[in-house]
Nanobody
Framework: QVHLVESGGGLVQVGGSLRLLCAAF????????MGWFRQAPGKERQFVAA????????DYADSVKGRFSLSRDNAKNTVYLQMNSLKPEDTAVYYC?????????????????WGKGILVTVSS
């Protein structure tokens, strides 16, 4: 069982930066692929980024490539999403996800564990 808790969200101006954290509570964090999704008001949830268990492989949505960076510290059971050059369209609730299978995380369906989400608002 893995419990995910997001933090680091908030209000930021266009062009600014935020770093989201996802802390995982459970004995097997280092074996899980991790990811971030977001859902804007009135829209479907969309994939943002994913990272494999070791941190050696990452995948990003085209909309965030070059601006967002995903990393993990298995010693701290934490995943970090560094978001730079933020745009109003990045405004959404961001959710952390964990699964044994990286492809499952990227697909976003039947993921084993989800966090409750955290709001990011980019104001113009």
């Amino acid at each position: 069982q893995v419990h995910l808790v997001e933090s680091g969200g908030g209000l930021v101006q266009v062009g600014g930066s935020l770093r989201l954290l996802c802390a995982a509570f459970g004995p097997t964090f280092r074996s899980y692929a991790m990811g971030w999704f977001r859902q804007a008001p009135g829209k479907e949830r969309q994939f943002v980024a994913a990272i494999n268990w070791s941190g050696g492989y990452t995948d990003y949505a085209d909309s965030v490539k070059g601006r967002f960076s995903l990393s993990r510290d298995n010693a701290k059971n934490t995943v970090y999403l560094q978001m730079n050059s933020l745009k109003p369209e990045d405004t959404a609730v961001y959710y952390c996800a964990a699964d044994n299978n990286l492809s499952t995380v990227v697909a976003g369906t039947r993921v084993d564990y989800w966090g409750k989400g955290i709001l990011v608002t980019v104001s113009s």
